[in-house]
Every structure is written in structure tokens, then in C-alpha cells.
């Protein structure tokens, strides 16, 4: 797992993170302006896209979205407290998620557009 700062990210993320890679790249600008628990709120829901979850923030249901909202780690509102739904929705997206062989791995992280590539090539 990495993690980094960078001010090339798109002004409207706090963070980003690449399923697979194992890359999370934190936004200085917005996390040199956030108070401990926001940063720790950033991270936490970064490290749950390393698991394959999706933003729930933009879940087309409205109803549901407004719940997913207020009570989850992926909903975007800061939350730090890891609640049941957020590790059945872990478990239940790792289930759905293969894993890659070694071959295929490599090839992925070989990738050269890949947040991951571009830092370690100095692109970043």
C-alpha cells in the first residue's frame, strides 16, 4: 500500500485510490486545510475503494443515497466510525471480486497510465 500527497489532483477530490494497485493519493491542498478527523475520514474512505467499493454519494436511488449519505464510510460525509453495513458492504464486494494472477498483476501494474506509474516515473 502507498500512499501519497499531490496537488495534480482534479480540485474536486480529497483523495483517490486505485483498486488493485494499492495507491492512495491524498489532495495536499484539501488535507493541509482539514482538521485531524476529516483526514482520518479521507483516508478511511479511500482504503475502502482498495477493497473495490464504489462511492455511494452517486447512488441513483435518492432515498437510499440520502441514507448512504448520512450513515457510511463510502457515503462522503467524514464519517470515521466503521458501522456494520460498511464491513458487510466490504465483505460482500470482496466476495465479488477475483483475484489476479501474478502474470495478470504485473501486467496491471506495468500499466503507464496508472496514478501508481506516473509517481514513480516522476509524472506526478
Do not use: C
Not at 49 to 74: C, E, V, W
Not at 101 to 116: I, K
Amino acid at each position: 500500500m502507498v500512499f501519497t500527497g499531490t496537488n495534480k489532483l482534479n480540485r474536486n477530490y480529497a483523495g483517490v485510490a486505485e483498486i488493485n494497485s494499492g495507491v492512495i493519493a491524498l489532495n495536499t491542498s484539501w488535507m493541509n486545510r482539514y482538521n485531524q478527523q476529516k483526514r482520518r475520514a479521507v483516508i478511511i474512505h479511500e482504503l475502502g475503494h482498495t477493497f473495490g467499493t464504489k462511492d455511494l454519494y452517486n447512488y441513483p436511488n435518492g432515498a437510499l443515497r440520502s441514507l448512504f449519505k448520512q450513515q457510511t464510510i463510502m457515503g462522503g460525509n467524514y464519517a470515521t466510525s466503521i458501522k456494520s453495513f460498511d464491513a458487510k458492504l466490504a465483505k460482500w464486494t470482496l466476495r465479488k471480486t477475483r483475484s489476479m494472477s501474478q502474470t495478470e498483476f504485473r501486467h496491471y501494474r506495468s500499466n503507464a497510465g496508472l496514478y501508481y506509474q506516473q509517481m514513480l516515473n516522476g509524472q506526478l
